[in-house]
């Protein structure tokens, strides 16, 4: 695998800026070589509103992770995020053209462009179209219709748009920090990338991404995405919550939900329950002590509510999510949270790590929740330049083999 192949992920969240630098390895997995965190200035639930506040984080980051790996990098696979992001499901039908009916790249083409024609609100635009399945001449469920014979190809795609403004201004930040953006990736995308197997996308599964201020849940299901949502509420609105219910700053509420915080009383015995935590009130400078379970009696009625709204929303979108529930982002690190959660959807759920199959190097350094969508975004330039590497569009078939999935060439 070629040495001149340096990956990178970057992250760009309302409340951490994130850059992974990687490397191929020989057995198909990404080496990280280079990390990079900056807390992030300039981002309002997950879209930019000034761009040279987040250009500077940017640099930040990169700087560390140029640092850590030797690399400099000229550009990076950025997360595409934000509260306004709207996905749903279309299909297209078009007729097979060739005179021998072989379904050729430029019919698939055809049929997702037809799928994804759709009446967009002014100033809106897609941002993504990802394939979940054909239909060859009332045969569904085909994932590689390339080379097969039909006359009548349909696509089903899942389609989100989101505000013009919001792609282009991220752009800005980035290329102001002195980098080309390559590609643009939902984060939950991104996310689900670190953590999911084929086997998880195959059985029906969620990846619940919390960040700061927003959570994006994306559902699995035949191997392809069949929902998207993002909610407009994020583990910033713990800190609210204890900085309000305890008159503490948002600095000592930040500390507290990640020293002490809990969201599930039923993790506490009776000793952890009463055990003192020292907060410092606001304006104050002597401690005063709280109780554990105090603190969880603030936290768990919002972790409730807050999985309880995307529980809704994957009972709406009536998804198999039978493989279970993956958090990820640095909201899943509440202590408790994955065990609410796994009460509230009724199924398997835990926080979702990076999976050793796909990264090595520098993988332990990053193996928490809130590198994921860093590392899947890594991992996507990865395959975003082994493809370029191979020959653009001419060879999409060959590297679609590569990678094992069709679906790739089109997200
Ligand atoms: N150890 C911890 N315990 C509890 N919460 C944590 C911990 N570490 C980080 N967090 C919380 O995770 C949130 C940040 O997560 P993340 O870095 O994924 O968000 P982001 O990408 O910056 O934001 P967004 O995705 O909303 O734009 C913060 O609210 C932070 O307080
Ligand atoms: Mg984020």
Known sequence: MSNEIHAVGLDIGTSRIRCVIGEPAPDGRMNIVGLGESESKGLRR?????????????????????????????SATVNLSGEHLQGENKNGVVAVAGPDKEITDEDVDRAIDSA??????????????????????????ITEPIGMNGSRLEALVHVVTSPSAARQ??????????LDVENLVLEPLAASESVLTDDDKEYGCAVVNMGAEITSLMIFGRGAVQHSSVFPFGSMLFTKDIATGL????????????????????????????????IVPFGRSETRGLSKEILCDIMQPRAVELVQHVASAVSKAKAQISGGVFLTGGGSLVYGLAEIAEQVFDAPTRVGMLDPAFFGGLADEAHGPQWATACGLGLRSMKFQIRSEAGGKSSARKVAEWFGNFRDKFR
Request: glycine residues 8%.
């Open 46 to 74: 997950g879209v930019v509103t000034s761009t040279e506040a987040v250009a500077e984080s940017i640099r930040r980051a990169v700087a560390e992770a140029e640092r850590v790996s030797g690399v400099e990098i000229e």
């Open 116 to 141: 994804s024609a759709m009446p967009l609100t002014p100033g809106w635009e897609i941002v993504s179209r990802l394939p979940q399945e054909f239909i060859v001449d009332g045969q569904d469920g």
């Open 169 to 178: 201004n991220l752009i800005k930040a980035v290329t102001k920090a002195g």
């Open 247 to 278: 008159r503490v700053s948002i600095p000592e509420a930040n500390k507290i939900k990640h020293h002490y915080g809990c969201v599930a009383s039923f993790l506490l015995d009776e000793e952890e329950k009463q055990e003192l935590i020292e």
